[in-house]
């Protein structure tokens, strides 16, 4: 056949195909979404990081000669959530030597109270540092779990026994295992329950650490954790019931009802931004409990914004580029996005929150979603 006979057939071929295209009829349902490829299975945190240099910009610019890891964002004070994250890296970055030096921080100086959980916050220059000895629950998650993977890691016994000793305190002192809502976990052992405020019990989803929670059975298993993970998904649900989409950084669960808790601004801000970032580092949950994260991550031409979930709209922004990591991380999860390599290169200058949102966006990243990373 010659090549111009080829080419009037083919012509002819798709002008055939087109009309029968064409006349698919009105109103036919649209193809289904595609599922996400979720990832849940048990994966140890420990030599999970693949990119070194991220670990060491992080170290040198937040972590002390003594252990602290110090919030250049909040008047460089130390808290267990800082020090937990950097635990966690240290483990990841199988960095034994740096682990050890912030867990010594940690424990001569936020393990003051009369329980096994942390003082949450240590404030340079005064005296005493820590003026307030409540603790924060997800601080207290973070040292736990991160004390769990440097015992499967190192095989050392004395870190699985402490990491024990933080769990089980964790279990008994700010799960409420008896709600309409089931197990809830309380921000802190005082001022958020049902007997200290009217809107109460008061929840922070961004505090349900839910890829610690598979993890912390290795050391507590006598406690629920896959019951509040559960928990932890029906209330991030029920919180958009109203039409507010996206959740606020806090909750009232009162008789099970969900909704912004009275005396904090309703935004879906600093806190509650690690949601996402926590749902797809456990590889769980369904489309729903995605598709507004998602839908807010796509705005990307400028800062990423924080919301008034009352009304919609933006009431100020994420101006860090670190906060833009989760958006690429949830394009990763829902869509199969790629990531660019600037999500793996150290950006001098910004504050800690940014700087650690990113570098748990790409040990996620590393350990659920390798196909999607381009780092």
């Keep these: 056949m010659s090549r111009a006979l080829a080419s009037v057939c083919l012509a002819l071929l798709v002008a055939a195909v087109a009309p029968a295209r064409a006349q698919a009829p009105a109103g036919a349902p649209a193809p289904p979404e595609r599922e996400l490829a979720l990832n849940a299975r048990d994966i140890p945190l420990g030599g999970a990081l693949k990119t070194p240099r991220l670990w060491q910009a992080w170290k040198a610019s937040f972590v002390s000669a003594q252990g602290r890891v110090i919030d250049s964002g909040n008047g460089m004070i130390s808290h267990s959530e800082g020090q937990?994250?950097?635990?966690?890296?240290?483990?990841?970055?199988?960095?034994r030597e740096t682990f050890d030096r912030i867990w010594g921080w940690t424990r001569a100086n936020l393990m003051v109270r009369d329980d096994q959980l942390l003082?949450?916050?240590?404030?340079?220059?005064?005296?005493p540092a820590i003026a307030d000895m409540n603790n924060a629950t997800d601080g207290d998650i973070l040292v736990a779990?991160?004390?769990?993977?440097?015992?499967?890691?190192?095989?050392?016994?004395?870190y699985r026994i402490a990491a024990r000793r933080v769990a089980v305190e964790v279990g008994r002192k700010t799960i409420i295992f008896k709600t309409k809502r089931g197990a809830l976990l309380l921000p802190a052992v005082q001022g958020f329950s049902a007997e200290e405020?009217?809107?109460g019990?008061?929840?922070?989803?961004?505090?349900?650490?839910?890829?610690a929670f598979p993890r912390l059975k290795i050391v507590a298993p006598e406690y629920d954790w896959s019951g509040l993970v559960q928990t932890g998904l029906d209330i991030l649900k029920a919180s958009a019931a109203d039409g507010a989409k996206l959740p606020p950084d806090w909750l009232s669960v009162k008789d099970g009802e969900v909704k912004p808790a009275e005396g904090f601004q309703p935004r879906f801000?600093?806190?509650a931004i690690r949601i996402p970032l926590y749902l797809a580092w456990a590889g769980i949950g369904e489309k729903e409990h995605y598709r507004e994260f998602q839908t807010w991550g796509k705005r990307r031409s400028g800062p990423l914004p924080i919301i008034d979930v009352k009304s919609g709209r933006e009431a100020d922004s994420f101006r860090e580029p670190g906060y833009s990591s989760v958006a690429q991380l949830l394009e990763c999860v829902v869509s199969e996005g790629t990531t660019g390599a600037e999500l793996a290169t150290p950006r001098p200058g910004q504050n800690y929150y940014p700087a650690t949102l990113n570098l748990l966006a790409?040990?996620?990243?590393?350990?659920?979603y390798p196909s999607c990373a381009r780092i």
Excluded: H
């Design 84 to 95: 937990g994250y950097g635990m966690l890296f240290a483990v990841a970055a199988n960095d």
């Design 119 to 127: 003082a949450w916050r240590w404030e340079p220059g005064q005296r």
């Design 145 to 158: 779990w991160a004390l769990t993977e440097a015992a499967e890691l190192w095989a050392e016994l004395s």
């Design 197 to 199: 405020r009217p809107d």
């Design 201 to 211: 019990p008061v929840v922070n989803l961004s505090y349900y650490v839910f890829p």
């Design 269 to 271: 801000a600093y806190n």
């Design 362 to 368: 790409v040990l996620a990243i590393q350990m659920r």
